[in-house]
């Protein structure tokens, strides 16, 4: 499983100003398809709101809502650290009854948003997914991945199509996420395919991968760059390097 709430999180992060009228919000969130955002200040943030609290009508004898998203927002909000591990960001969401939990960092200013359903998913060992109005933009690589997916025919065949990585993730309940094998290749959905089928004409290291299939799962990013796919593809081995040492 995900072991640590930067495992899971979702690091494009969408806020809101506190000064925010309230239909501009209701937009956003419609638009964007998720259910609440951070309110932030100076990039800290200082609330949470729901489209449910946006929307919500006055109580019978309370005074009305206000129409700026300050008026409306749950502060303080909870928040956490990447470092911080899955059931103790979970403990906090459920002892404070919220969904969303933001990410800070060693400044305070948020870099991220998780939700209950993202930490059920690393604690389960559930591939995580976030929305796809996202782009999933990794500032590391310079590039934009899918969400990881188990690697079946199925989501081979879901895969774009194009030059660029692909990467296979082991991980599962009670197993840290790592990144176990990682290439360029001129088209990462006839590459998927051909991971999938597992021919002989594949390197003995990576059949003995994927000989154990039990919590296998890959994402993928276009780049029709050479230059920048081999970029890439230095951090990706380099980061699971010092990855492994660690977890020694």
Not at 131 to 136: D, G, K
Not at 183 to 198: G, L, M, P, Q
């Amino acid at each position: 499983m995900a072991v640590t709430v930067a495992e899971v999180m979702n690091r494009e992060l969408f806020t809101l100003r506190p000064d925010e009228r309230r239909d501009d919000a209701v937009r956003f969130l419609v638009a964007l398809s998720i259910g609440g955002a951070p309110v932030v200040e100076n990039a800290t943030p200082i609330g949470m709101v729901s489209l449910h609290e946006l929307l919500a009508d006055a109580r019978p004898g309370a005074d009305a809502p206000g129409e700026l998203v300050r008026d409306r927002m749950t502060s303080p909000p909870i928040t956490t650290t990447a470092e911080t591990t899955i059931e103790d960001a979970a403990r906090t969401m459920g002892e404070r009854g919220e969904h969303r939990v933001v990410v800070v960092d060693g400044a305070g200013r948020a870099i991220g948003i998780a939700s209950a359903v993202d930490l059920l998913r690393g604690m389960l060992g559930i591939p995580v997914t976030h929305p796809p109005t996202f782009p999933h933009f990794d500032p590391a690589t310079g590039l934009r991945w899918t969400d990881d997916a188990p690697l079946d025919h199925e989501h081979a065949e879901a895969t774009p199509s194009g030059p660029g990585l692909i990467v296979l993730i082991r991980g599962g309940a009670g197993v840290r996420e790592r990144v176990i094998w990682a290439e360029s290749c001129d088209d990462v959905r006839a590459r998927a395919r051909a991971i999938v089928a597992a021919g002989p004409d594949e390197s003995l290291t990576l059949r003995q991968l994927l000989m154990r299939p039990a919590g296998l799962r890959f994402r993928a990013a276009r780049s029709s760059a050479d230059a920048d796919r081999r970029r890439a593809l230095k951090r990706i081995l380099s980061d699971a390097y010092r990855s492994e040492l660690v977890g020694r």
